[in-house]
C-alpha cells in the first residue's frame, strides 16, 4: 500500500508512523484510518520490528475528524454511519491489538478522536505544551468508537467528568489521571521516548508479546479458579518456551541473552 496521508519508516528494530498532515492539524478520514490501518498491521507483521512509534507532524498531533470527511458524514443514513464508524473501530483495535509494543509521541495537542490514537497505545509520552480535549458533546456527538481505549486508558471517574463536559485539559492533568505516562519538554520528547524504546528493544520479543496477551486476557476478570488456571498456563508455557529457557539460562549464566547479539 502506497501512503498518502502518512509514513511509516523502519530503521533497524524501530518502525515510526508518522501522520502527515500538518496543515489539517493531522485531523484523519476514511483515508488516514485506511491508511493507519494498513500501517500497524504491517509494522506488527514485520519480523525485525520490536517496537512502533506514532508520531506527528506539525504543531497538532491529531485534532480528530478532518472537516470534509464531517460535512460528508451529515449526509449519511444510519447504515452508512455504522460502516464508516466500524472502520474507525477496526482501526483503533488494530493499534490496541498490534502484537509489538507501541508508543504515542505527542509533541502537540490531542482532540477527539485523537484521544483515540493515545489511548490505543500502549505508553503515551507528551509534551507538555498539549492540550487534551474530548470535544464530541460540544457538537452533538459522543466518543463512542474510542470510548473503550479512553475509558481503559484514564478511568471512568475521570471519563466522568471530560467526556460530559468537553472541558479542555493540560498535559500536566492528563499525567495526574494516568491518560499519558510521562511529560516532558519539547526539547526532551525524543529522549523520553528513545529511553521507552531502549527498554522495549532489550526485553524478549516473545515475552512483550505475551504480556500485551496477559493483560488483554486479566484487567478487568473476575479473579476465579478459570482466570488463576490461565495464569498458571501463561507462566509454564512461557518458561518452557525457546526465549523463555534462553533468558533464565542467560540470567543464570550471567550472559547476554540471544536476542541482544553479542
Same mark, same amino acid.
Given at each position: 500500500?502506497?501512503?498518502?496521508?502518512?509514513?511509516?519508516?523502519?530503521?533497524?528494530?524501530?518502525?515510526?508512523?508518522?501522520?502527515?498532515?500538518?496543515?489539517?492539524?493531522?485531523?484523519?478520514?476514511?483515508?488516514?484510518?485506511?491508511?493507519?490501518?494498513?500501517?500497524?498491521?504491517?509494522?506488527?507483521?514485520?519480523?525485525?520490528?520490536?517496537?512502533?512509534?506514532?508520531?506527528?507532524?506539525?504543531?497538532?498531533?491529531?485534532?480528530?475528524?478532518?472537516?470534509?470527511?464531517?460535512?460528508?458524514?451529515?449526509?449519511?443514513?444510519?447504515?452508512?454511519?455504522?460502516?464508516?464508524?466500524?472502520?474507525? +473501530?477496526?482501526?483503533?483495535?488494530?493499534?490496541?491489538?498490534?502484537?509489538?509494543?507501541?508508543? +504515542?509521541?505527542?509533541?502537540?495537542?490531542?482532540?477527539?478522536?485523537?484521544?483515540?490514537?493515545?489511548?490505543?497505545?500502549?505508553?503515551?509520552?507528551?509534551?507538555?505544551?498539549?492540550?487534551?480535549?474530548?470535544?464530541?458533546?460540544?457538537?452533538?456527538?459522543?466518543?463512542?468508537?474510542?470510548?473503550?481505549?479512553?475509558?481503559?486508558?484514564?478511568?471512568?471517574?475521570?471519563?466522568?467528568?471530560?467526556?460530559?463536559?468537553?472541558?479542555?485539559?493540560?498535559?500536566?492533568?492528563?499525567?495526574?489521571?494516568?491518560?499519558?505516562?510521562?511529560?516532558?519538554?519539547?526539547?526532551?520528547?525524543?529522549?523520553?521516548?528513545?529511553?521507552?524504546?531502549?527498554?522495549?528493544?532489550?526485553?524478549?520479543?516473545?515475552?512483550?508479546?505475551?504480556?500485551?496477551?496477559?493483560?488483554?486476557?486479566?484487567?478487568?476478570?473476575?479473579?476465579?479458579?478459570?482466570?488463576?488456571?490461565?495464569?498458571?498456563?501463561?507462566?509454564?508455557?512461557?518458561?518452557?518456551?525457546?526465549?523463555?529457557?534462553?533468558?533464565?539460562?542467560?540470567?543464570?549464566?550471567?550472559?547476554?541473552?540471544?536476542?541482544?547479539?553479542?
Amino acid at each position: 500500500m502506497t501512503f498518502t496521508k502518512l509514513k511509516l519508516e523502519t530503521h533497524d528494530t524501530i518502525a515510526r508512523i508518522w501522520l502527515d498532515q500538518p496543515d489539517a492539524r493531522n485531523a484523519f478520514d476514511d483515508v488516514v484510518i485506511a491508511e493507519l490501518t494498513q500501517a500497524f498491521t504491517d509494522a506488527g507483521a514485520a519480523p525485525q520490528v520490536k517496537a512502533i512509534v506514532l508520531g506527528a507532524n506539525g504543531p497538532a498531533f491529531c485534532a480528530g475528524a478532518n472537516l470534509n470527511w464531517m460535512r460528508r458524514m451529515a449526509d449519511y443514513t444510519r447504515d452508512e454511519n455504522i460502516a464508516d464508524a466500524g472502520k474507525l +473501530a477496526a482501526m483503533l483495535r488494530t493499534i490496541a491489538e498490534c502484537p509489538k509494543p507501541t508508543i +504515542a509521541r505527542v509533541q502537540g495537542d490531542v482532540y477527539a478522536g485523537g484521544m483515540g490514537l493515545v489511548a490505543a497505545c500502549d505508553m503515551a509520552v507528551s509534551v507538555d505544551t498539549a492540550w487534551y480535549c474530548l470535544s464530541e458533546v460540544k457538537i452533538g456527538l459522543v466518543p463512542a468508537t474510542i470510548s473503550p481505549y479512553v475509558l481503559r486508558a484514564m478511568g471512568t471517574r475521570a471519563s466522568q467528568r471530560y467526556f460530559l463536559t468537553a472541558e479542555r485539559f493540560t498535559a500536566a492533568e492528563a499525567h495526574r489521571i494516568g491518560f499519558v505516562h510521562e511529560v516532558v519538554a519539547a526539547d526532551a520528547l525524543d529522549a523520553k521516548v528513545d529511553e521507552l524504546l531502549k527498554a522495549l528493544t532489550s526485553a524478549s520479543p516473545a515475552a512483550v508479546r505475551a504480556c500485551k496477551q496477559l493483560i488483554a486476557d486479566v484487567d478487568g476478570r473476575e479473579i476465579d479458579d478459570a482466570l488463576i488456571a490461565k495464569t498458571v498456563e501463561g507462566i509454564a508455557d512461557i518458561r518452557a518456551s525457546d526465549e523463555g529457557r534462553e533468558g533464565v539460562q542467560a540470567f543464570l549464566q550471567k550472559r547476554k541473552p540471544s536476542w541482544l547479539g553479542h
